[in-house]
């Protein structure tokens, strides 16, 4: 096969941006995807077999047949675990990854989230750092990212909201009722509440009309293709350069090291299962942060015989996602009205600043409420079936709001991915084995968190609340999976440099949620944007034609 | 009406929707035990119970596609139940009256607590689900809550018939 500038391994939010920003500079791309690339007339609204709800499967990958993980629980015990199960930590596998069927809130972290340990100092028994990048670094990226892929919402009415050169290229959709019934509330209570980021079109953008507002969004991929993902944004400008071709149903097996130490393309089964290399001038990984990890993991050779850029056992630690907590709020009233995405509404006040709290989170009111989630969302003094629980549905289904929100998560060293010593995947590989868990601290924001969302819907008239969050046993590192290869200036304590290069081989890349050093109060996906704006900028800049500039 | 009577209806609605005589799965006896379960956690109101929107179709097509690895927890689950209610009720569960038929079950749930928790997510899924899968009936559930149903399309601002200006 032909020798290539750049293989790029996985169509997600980040491997779709880097392959175009590649291919737009003239390198010549190959882009690598497990998955299949579906449209807008595959989405089956089907509430237990999506994204979100999977219960009879995941709609947009992976199968449940031949894609085991481990996880190990809190106990010690090892479980096989499939991607249908929420222990599993799936987010994707397609083209667009994540952002085929994602909810689409696209959140700028704030400048202390990348400077978390000198603001607050690390808690004792966690990992946390510094960032070697600055938010400053990182803005010109994110408004790029808003506005290629295009974001709606409207940011001024937050004093909290992070620098920005110019407003979002969208405006907000138009308030629905739990944003109106939230908004006075929130601001009697002194909070500065605003329409939220959303990678969706409110008005027609891109050449695409906008949202229809249904009841199947998050998880779901848009019937009329108003949410924006890489898959019908980037990737598309990608492949129309001529320069970039897309090779689907191909799973990566392993990154090929000459016996120099650097990289000389992957090996790959093809869509007929059979095993073939593709060679390269450089090699970057975007499988999202688990499969990232274990890709380098697995990628083992006489110089490294414990994987790639893994010579200090960094890889697959810091494994990092988001704990959830906030609550639920009933009401004497309707609060729904069957107008998505749903999430519309939140607020920035309690990201930073509460003294004892290592940072705090984002709040926001929660998707659209399909019925199969109200079946624990009812009363909790609700019996747990019978008339009464039938009943309680009837009741509450149209007069409740559940606001909550991604909780800062404490990394740990030890919340790490390791190979399994004995199960394997469809092709032979040893899977990805998951353990540990975030530092005890990220609890404690959380409980914290669900207080606040309760106030709230109290102010909001709520005749009363639950929270939820809790202490979950295992980590959550699902669809907001990160850290697993940490961008740092120390090769002794960090995966990659601020370029997203390996410190251990110059020509293997890592561009994706692997390399955040903390994952922000905030959902993760537009910082993974902006970092692969960034990174690539970078690549293209050293990119001496036929390899980098040292 | 007595629970047995209604289980029954359902299931014969149930099999006959699928156009086959049998299930995929289950045997009649198990179907019939299973369905008095399903309408413990999902009685009949003036809306449908469980079984009558199809909780033991979706159950049974399941087990022989996505659940195939839950089948032995069904089998044995079943058995288990049926032995349950000859001991307590006297009789086979979708026989024993309404009200015995609710103490077995609680007496399932407290001894066979990881296959009434199984059943209980189950029978939520066919009941609360999408209707492709042979529960929730004509949306049945849908209906009940008070959504729309077939829901309401096409609510944009603005007229996408025109597209984007390009
Ligand atoms: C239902 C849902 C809702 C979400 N909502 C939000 C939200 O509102 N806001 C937000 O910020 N984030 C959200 N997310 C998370 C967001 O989608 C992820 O953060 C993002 O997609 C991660 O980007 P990535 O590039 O790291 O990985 P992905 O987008 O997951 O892309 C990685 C790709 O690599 C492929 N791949 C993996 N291994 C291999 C291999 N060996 N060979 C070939 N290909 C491979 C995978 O199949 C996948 O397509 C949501 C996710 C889901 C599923
Ligand atoms: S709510 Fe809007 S963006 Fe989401 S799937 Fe429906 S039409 Fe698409």
Not at chain 1, 240 to 258: A, F, Q
């Amino acid at each position: 096969m032909k020798r290539v500038n750049a293989v790029v391994v996985g169509a997600g939010a980040a491997g779709g941006i880097v392959a175009k920003q590649l291919a737009v500079s003239g390198m010549s791309v190959v882009l690598f995807e497990r998955g299949k690339w579906y449209t807008p007339a595959d989405c089956r609204k089907d509430d237990l077999r999506n994204q979100r709800t999977t219960v009879l499967g995941n709609a947009f990958g992976p199968e449940d047949e031949g894609n085991p993980r481990v996880l190990v629980d809190a106990a010690g015990n090892a479980h096989v675990v499939l991607p249908s199960e929420g222990s599993y930590q799936n987010n994707a596998a397609c083209v667009g990854g994540g952002t085929l069927s994602y909810g689409a809130q696209a959140w700028r972290y704030m400048p202390q989230d990348f400077r978390l340990k000198s603001t607050y100092g690390a808690p004792p028994g966690s990992s946390l750092e510094d960032w070697p990048i600055s938010y400053d670094d990182l803005e010109p990226f994110y408004d790029q990212a808003e506005y290629e892929i295009g974001v709606s919402g409207d940011y001024s009415p937050t004093p909290f909201r992070s620098p920005r050169k110019r407003p979002l290229p969208m405006p907000p959709l138009p308030a629905n009722r739990e944003f109106e019934i939230l908004e006075p509330a929130a601001k009697r209570l002194g909070l500065h509440p605003f329409p939220l980021p959303m990678l969706r079109n409110s008005v027609p953008y891109n050449d695409r009309g906008p949202c229809m507002r249904c009841r199947w969004c998050c998880g779901f991929a848009c019937e009329v293709d108003a949410k924006n993902g890489s898959q019908n944004t980037v990737i598309p400008i990608a492949l129309g350069t001529g320069n970039c071709e897309l090779r689907m149903s191909s799973t990566v097996k392993e990154v090929l090291v000459d016996d120099k130490g650097r990289a000389r393309g992957v090996s790959y089964f093809d869509e007929s299962g059979h095993l073939q290399e593709q060679l390269s001038d450089i090699v970057v990984v975007s499988a999202c942060a688990i499969e990232s990890a274990r890709l380098l993991l697995n990628s083992k050779s006489r110089l490294f015989p414990n994987g790639l850029g893994n010579r200090y056992d960094q890889v697959g630690r810091n494994l990092q996602g988001h704990h959830y907590t906030g609550a639920v709020g009933y009401f004497d009233h309707d609060t729904y009205d069957d107008m998505g995405p749903g999430a519309s509404i939140a607020v920035m006040d309690y990201n930073h600043g509460t003294p004892g709290l290592v940072g705090g989170g984002m709040l926001a009111n929660e998707f659209i409420r399909l019925p199969i989630h109200m079946v624990d969302r009812v009363p909790k003094d609700t019996p747990r079936w019978g008339l009464a629980h039938k009943q309680a549905m009837r009741a509450w289904h149209k007069r409740s709001i559940v606001i909550m929100g991604p909780t800062q998560q404490i990394p740990t060293a030890d919340a790490r991915v390791i190979l399994d010593p004995a199960v394997k995947d469809q092709w032979g590989l040893p899977v990805a084995r998951i353990q540990g868990n975030c530092h005890p601290h990220t609890f404690e924001i959380g409980a914290v968190q669900s207080q606040r969302a309760e106030a709230w819907l109290k102010e909001a008239g709520a005749i009363f609340t639950s929270r939820t969050g809790g202490k979950p046993a295992t980590i959550s590192a699902g669809q907001h999976q990160a850290g697993t290869c940490r961008m740092g200036n120390d090769p002794q304590s960090s995966v990659v440099n601020r370029n997203c290069q390996l410190h251990d081989v110059d020509n293997v890349f890592v561009i994706d949620g692997s390399v955040h050093v903390n994952n922000g109060g905030f959902n993760p996906v537009l910082t993974i944007m902006a970092i692969a704006y960034m990174a690539s900028d970078a690549l293209v800049h050293n990119w001496k034609g036929t390899g980098l500039r040292s | 009406m007595a629970g047995g009577v209604v289980a029954g209806a359902a299931l014969a609605a149930g099999c006959a929707s699928r156009g086959r005589g049998n299930w995929d799965f289950l045997n009649d006896g198990q179907a019939h035990t299973l369905a008095a379960i399903c309408d413990q956690i999902i009685p009949a109101d003036d809306f449908p119970s469980a079984s009558q929107a199809g909780a033991v179709t979706y159950i049974d097509r399941q087990l022989a596609r996505h659940y195939r690895r839950h089948r032995e927890a069904y089998r044995a689950g079943l058995e288990q139940a049926e032995l349950l209610s000859r001991k307590l009720a006297g009789v086979s569960l979708s026989q024993a009256p309404q009200k015995s038929q609710f103490e077995v079950v609680t007496a399932i749930e407290k001894e066979q607590p990881a296959f009434f928790a199984l059943v209980r997510s189950h029978t939520f899924e066919s009941f609360y689900g999408n209707p492709r899968h042979g529960g929730n009936r004509d949306a049945v559930s849908w209906r009940m809550l008070g959504l729309d149903e077939p829901p309401v399309r096409g609510r944009a601002q603005y007229d996408f018939t025109k597209g984007a200006q390009s």
